[in-house]
């Protein structure tokens, strides 16, 4: 990545890394849920695509991006809850982190994304523990899987990579809206995206054949729920600014090219990315980097619904900043969802 280390507004490139880019930032009284689908720790099942002010963050975790999320903002002394498909990997994730950093607070809680029961249970669960939360991380993905239907019958990219979180976004967002009045501090809702997101389906969404095999095409899949994931983080921040009183922030995010079990589908390029990756994809370190700045750093407070790319603002595809098509897409997922 020497080769992309040019600075941006910020002061990081695509060459920094997370702990540069949260380098200084006191997290002590922070908690922060991140949710990892277990393709980093069980690539098995899934292949896998976080301060100066208090805050509860929760995060899906597991060996790549989102484990490297974890680590980081455990070692600035946030409370890290890891949101995980697979308990056992989970916690010795866990075991990792606080082997490397004696002090870290560390939870495990079970969450498979692909299960509209499993996010309401973990949610519920949660919710009922009295615990605050100020962060948001919605970092778990798949990407460019087989035709297949999630256990609610819906098209498993689509139903894991957006409506998992959505749902999950949804059932926290009443605490989260305690915890930012009760703390006087800001909560930040950060959705991981990706480039792809330019890459859909012709329509955007294909809001009338979510599960149409017949025309399903694993990439265009993938394009269409990462320009969901755009769309949901600027309908939220439209919904947030509308509403008195709401002190929380939503934006979506490219982590980067990286090198991880994402292509594990298409063995080809896989083979040929994971030869020449180091040449000039990021690593895991590098890849967490955008998440760790927009979910901790000063600079962003206050910024809402924009899209940012190697921990500097950028600018999502034009479908990415339709408004109509992201209210369209919101009450679609309600539907679905409920």
């Given at each position: 990545?020497?080769?992309?280390?040019?600075?941006?507004?910020?002061?990081?490139?695509?060459?920094?890394?997370?702990?540069?880019?949260?380098?200084?930032?006191?997290?002590?009284?922070?908690?922060?849920?991140?949710?990892?689908?277990?393709?980093?720790?069980?690539?098995?099942?899934?292949?896998?695509?976080?301060?100066?002010?208090?805050?509860?963050?929760?995060?899906?975790?597991?060996s790549g991006?989102?484990?490297?999320?974890?680590?980081?903002l455990?070692?600035?002394?946030?409370?890290?809850?890891?949101?995980?498909?697979t308990?056992?990997?989970?916690?010795?994730?866990?075991?990792?982190?606080?082997?490397?950093?004696?002090?870290?607070?560390?939870?495990?809680?079970?969450?498979?994304?692909s299960s509209?029961?499993?996010v309401?249970?973990?949610?519920?669960?949660?919710?009922?523990?009295?615990?605050?939360?100020?962060?948001?991380?919605?970092n778990?993905?798949?990407?460019?899987?087989?035709?297949?239907l999630?256990k609610?019958?819906?098209?498993?990219?689509?139903?894991?990579?957006?409506?998992?979180?959505?749902?999950?976004?949804?059932?926290?967002?009443?605490?989260?809206?305690?915890?930012?009045?009760?703390?006087?501090?800001?909560?930040?809702?950060?959705?991981?995206?990706?480039?792809?997101?330019?890459?859909?389906?012709?329509?955007?969404i294909?809001?009338?054949?979510?599960?149409?095999?017949?025309?399903?095409?694993?990439?265009?899949?993938?394009?269409?729920?990462?320009l969901?994931?755009?769309?949901?983080?600027?309908?939220?921040?439209?919904?947030?600014?509308?509403?008195?009183?709401?002190?929380?922030?939503?934006?979506?995010?490219h982590?980067?090219?990286?090198?991880?079990?994402?292509?594990?589908?298409?063995?080809?390029?896989?083979?040929?990315?994971?030869?020449?990756?180091?040449?000039?994809?990021?690593?895991?370190?590098q890849?967490?980097a955008?998440?760790?700045?927009?979910?901790?750093?000063?600079?962003?407070?206050?910024?809402?619904?924009?899209?940012?790319?190697?921990?500097?603002?950028?600018q999502?595809?034009?479908?990415?900043?339709?408004?109509?098509?992201?209210?369209?897409?919101?009450?679609?997922?309600?539907?679905?969802?409920?």
């Open positions: 990545m020497w080769l992309f280390s040019r600075k941006g507004p910020s002061g990081f490139s695509a060459s920094s890394t997370a702990e540069e880019v949260t380098q200084g930032i006191d997290g002590t009284d922070l908690t922060a849920i991140i949710t990892v689908i277990a393709a980093d720790i069980d690539s098995t099942q899934y292949c896998t695509h976080k301060s100066y002010f208090v805050a509860t963050v929760i995060i899906g975790a597991s991006i989102g484990t490297e999320t974890a680590r980081v455990a070692m600035r002394g946030v409370h890290v809850i890891m949101g995980v498909r308990m056992a990997a989970g916690l010795d994730v866990k075991e990792a982190i606080v082997k490397e950093i004696p002090s870290a607070k560390v939870d495990v809680m079970e969450l498979d994304l509209l029961e499993s309401r249970k973990f949610a519920s669960e949660y919710n009922s523990s009295g615990r605050p939360v100020n962060l948001l991380i919605n778990a993905g798949i990407m460019a899987t087989p035709f297949k999630s609610d019958n819906i098209e498993l990219q689509f139903a894991t990579n957006h409506l998992g979180h959505f749902l999950l976004t949804n059932l926290l967002l009443d605490t989260m809206k305690k915890t930012a009045r009760d703390s006087k501090r800001e909560g930040r809702i950060v959705i991981l995206s990706s480039e792809a997101h330019r890459f859909p389906y012709s329509e955007g294909r809001f009338d054949k979510i599960n149409d095999e017949s025309g399903y095409s694993s990439i265009r899949a993938y394009g269409q729920s990462k969901a994931n755009v769309l949901h983080a600027n309908e939220l921040a439209r919904r947030f600014k509308q509403e008195e009183g709401v002190d929380i922030t939503a934006n979506s995010l982590p980067g090219a990286i090198v991880t079990n994402l292509l594990r589908h298409m063995s080809i390029i896989h083979g040929i990315v994971t030869k020449i990756g180091k040449f000039a994809l990021k690593d895991v370190h890849g967490a955008t998440t760790c700045y927009v979910a901790l750093h000063p600079q962003v407070r206050g910024v809402s619904g924009e899209y940012f790319k190697d921990s500097n603002i950028g999502a595809a034009e479908k990415g900043r339709d408004p109509e098509l992201a209210n369209k897409l919101w009450d679609f997922s309600m539907n679905m969802v409920q």
